[in-house]
């Protein structure tokens, strides 16, 4: 079983940076693509920036030139750099990962428990 565990939420002034890490453990998988969701209060998830194995990422464009997500393959870790900061980017960040293991014919999916991102005006 893969488990995912963010860090790197907290409170923060408007215009300011924050960097959100997520590492993956477990045993005999292989993850695909990595991936950063926020759930504004009484809303559904959703997708922040995305990145695959191979480096390709996609943001959404409200976020788009202000984060940037990367990760490190051979630690199994993905973040999220948070430049910029606005008062409506105040949600839970959830870390996502797809994943690959040798149990299993088809990907599967695990989420992280969420940090509170809080941007103060």
């Known amino acids: 079983q893969v488990q995912v565990v963010e860090s790197g939420g907290g409170l923060v002034q408007a215009g300011g940076s924050l960097r959100l890490s997520c590492v993956a453990s477990?045993?005999?998988?292989?993850?695909?693509?990595m991936g950063w969701y926020r759930q504004f209060t009484g809303n559904q998830r959703e997708l922040v920036a995305a990145i695959s194995s191979g480096g390709s990422t996609n943001y959404a464009d409200s976020v788009n030139g202000r984060f940037t997500i990367s990760r490190d393959n051979a630690k199994n870790t993905v973040d999220l750099q948070m430049n910029s900061l606005k008062p409506e980017d105040t949600a839970v960040y959830y870390c996502h990962a797809d994943y690959l293991t040798p149990l299993v014919d088809r990907p599967l999916e695990v989420w992280g428990q969420g940090t509170l991102v809080t941007v103060s005006s």
């Open positions: 477990g045993s005999s998988f292989r993850l695909s693509v």
